[in-house]
């Protein structure tokens, strides 16, 4: 089965600063998915960015990036010029390539942004 | 992006009564459904998965009996939590993806249940 690990269960940052937030995975599929969602306060859940495992190039969405690191089964996300707005919980999340499955998702990191 | 909604956004019902929440893809066909459970400050958790016009597939843990899924169109799947007890509380949360290969998943606002 596979799981998703994150680690930090709060980061906080100062607004234009740069953090990073941490996600592992184990899996025993060649193909998958993995992706970064963002729930706000309104518990809306927000897709962020994802990365399909076959490409090698990194994803990039305006501000947010990720570091995706195959062999080693890591998949951080950079958010850049951190803004108030970006406070929320950050959920890491995998999904595997076959049609019909689900999201699995990580134990989430609380992310603060403060002025 | 596609839309889901779900209907309530809240709902309060004594023990012992049984709750309804619908879950509607509202600009497309949503072939297969997620109903996801979210604890305060925790993950979500997956409850079950639904293909329209079959039975509902639960996660184990989860009480097939408690919580009844029907998927009986392409646009509407209900998540009925019967015999709800002050444990059920929660906030329920529905996904739906429009074809299998479709590698996002797109998330209604959420239920929240308490139970008195």
């Known amino acids: 089965a596979q799981t998703v690990t994150q680690s930090q269960p709060e980061m906080s940052v100062q607004e234009a600063e740069t953090v990073t937030l941490s996600c592992t995975y184990d899996?025993?599929?060649?193909?998958?998915?993995l992706f970064w969602y963002k729930q706000p306060p309104s518990r809306q859940m927000i897709l962020v960015i994802r990365q399909e495992a076959y490409k090698q190039q990194n994803a990039t969405e305006n501000r947010f990036s990720v570091n995706f690191q195959k062999a080693a089964k890591s998949f951080s996300l950079k958010i850049s010029d951190s803004q108030l707005g970006d406070a929320a919980m950050y959920f890491c999340?995998?999904?595997?390539?076959?049609?019909?499955?689900?999201?699995?998702f990580g134990k989430g990191t609380t992310l603060s942004v403060s002025s | 992006g596609a839309v889901v909604s779900q209907h309530p956004s809240w709902v309060i019902c004594k023990s012992g009564t049984s709750v309804k929440i619908e879950c509607r893809s509202l600009d497309f066909q949503a072939t297969t459904m997620f109903w996801y459970r979210q604890f305060p400050k925790q993950s979500l958790m997956l409850m079950a998965t639904s293909n329209e016009g079959s039975k509902a597939t639960y996660e184990q843990g989860v009480e097939k009996d408690k919580f009844l899924i029907n998927h009986a169109s392409l646009t509407l799947s209900t998540l009925t939590v019967t015999s709800a007890h002050p444990e059920d509380s929660s906030f329920y949360i529905c996904?739906?993806?429009?074809?299998?290969?479709?590698?996002?998943?797109?998330f209604g606002p959420g239920t929240r249940l308490t139970v008195l």
């Open positions: 899996t025993s599929e060649s193909d998958y998915y």
């Open positions: 999340a995998y999904r595997s390539y076959q049609a019909g499955t689900a999201l699995i």
């Open positions: 996904s739906a993806r429009d074809t299998p290969s479709l590698n996002e998943q797109f």
